[in-house]
């Protein structure tokens, strides 16, 4: 089929960078699902398609990056499929912290244009450098500086209007971080 052996990558060493990378996954699909089930689904799904496809990654060195964005091409396909479902969403008692974040955090974070939203995800979510999210999302890394910076102007003004007396700055900085 034109692949060549020395492309792609062994499942051994796939198998232990998922190992590695999973939370991490997690975190970028949640961010940008804001549903458990189905940012576990969008991980299950990225590393199956991963693993099938692992021999045509030309690079090797790419695996972060390719794997990611075949989770944001999953995050993006759930995404459409769940716009014909009605959501009823319940709000935990007890908030995990540590799985999810607050409610306005995740109000403000979906409020957010898709170029801004997508960047913070990588970000703060998923704990890409900038020069990892540019390489990612094919920008340049000045452009991740200034769209994180604009989101965070947003999510300051979003958060501080959305309940009497606001969210501190140290609040919400703390969610996202």
């Known amino acids: 089929m034109g ?3 020395a492309k792609g990558i062994d499942q051994e060493s796939f198998v232990s960078f998922i190992t590695d990378y999973k939370t991490i996954m997690y975190r ?3 961010g940008y699902l804001c549903n458990e089930q189905k940012a576990l689904d969008a991980v299950d799904e990225s590393v199956y398609l991963g693993y099938l496809h692992r021999k045509e990654l030309r690079q090797p060195e790419f695996l972060k990056t390719w794997l990611t964005r075949i989770l944001i091409n999953e995050c993006h396909q759930i995404l459409r499929k769940s716009k014909r479902e009605i959501i009823v969403e319940e709000i935990p008692e007890t ?3 540590s799985a999810e974040i607050s409610f306005p955090v995740k109000h403000a974070l979906q409020g957010l244009p898709e170029d801004l939203r997508k960047v913070i995800i990588l970000r703060y979510f998923g704990g890409y450098t900038i020069a990892e999210t ?3 999302l094919e920008i340049p890394e000045g452009t991740v500086s200034s769209r994180t ?6 999510l300051r003004v979003e958060l501080t209007d959305q309940e009497e007396g606001g ?3 140290d609040r919400w900085q703390t969610e996202l971080g």
Do not use: C, H, M
Request: charged letters at 30%.
């Open 3 to 5: 692949i060549s052996e």
């Open 28 to 30: 970028i699909a949640y």
């Open 95 to 97: 908030p995990d912290q």
């Open 134 to 136: 540019a390489k990612t």
């Open 149 to 154: 910076r604009k989101a965070f102007k947003i």
């Open 167 to 169: 969210i501190s700055n």
